[in-house]
């Protein structure tokens, strides 16, 4: 079963920086892609905002991140890592990361597909603050 672990959330002022990583066990990892979800209170679906292919050649990013999150992976230690500029208010959220999901990758990011049953981790908690 795959299991995930996310941390690096914190509390942040407007305009600062965090990096999440999540590592992943269960699965051979550089065979999937993988993906960062968050969740707004009161919101009950995760929403994709970044993932990248098993290769690490292709990226995508929702339009509410795109500019200021990079997404990127070390196959070798099975974590994947989302660097976080430019941090807004409207990003406080809990994050989440998935893999080995039905499908595409960017079908999430674009919010044409929802991940709804998953084995979720705790999430890592980011609050920004204006």
């Known amino acids: 079963q795959v299991q995930v672990a996310e941390s690096g959330g914190g509390f942040v002022q407007a305009g600062g920086s965090l990096r999440l990583s999540c590592t992943v066990s269960?699965?051979?990892?550089?065979?999937?892609?993988v993906m960062w979800l968050r969740q707004t209170p009161g919101r009950t679906p995760r929403d994709g905002i970044s993932?990248?292919?098993?290769?690490?050649?292709?990226?995508y990013y929702s339009d509410s991140v795109k500019g200021r999150f990079t997404i990127s992976r070390d196959n070798a230690k099975n974590t994947l890592y989302l660097q976080m500029n430019n941090l807004k208010p409207e990003d406080t959220a809990m994050y989440y990361c998935?893999?080995?999901?039905?499908?595409?990758?960017?079908?999430?990011?674009?919010?044409?597909?929802?991940?709804?049953?998953?084995?979720w981790g705790q999430g890592t908690q980011v609050t920004v603050s204006s």
């Open positions: 269960g699965l051979t990892f550089d065979r999937y892609d």
């Open positions: 993932c990248i292919t098993w290769n690490g050649y292709n990226s």
């Open positions: 998935a893999a080995d999901f039905p499908y595409n990758c960017g079908d999430y990011v674009t919010g044409a597909r929802v991940l709804e049953t998953y084995n």
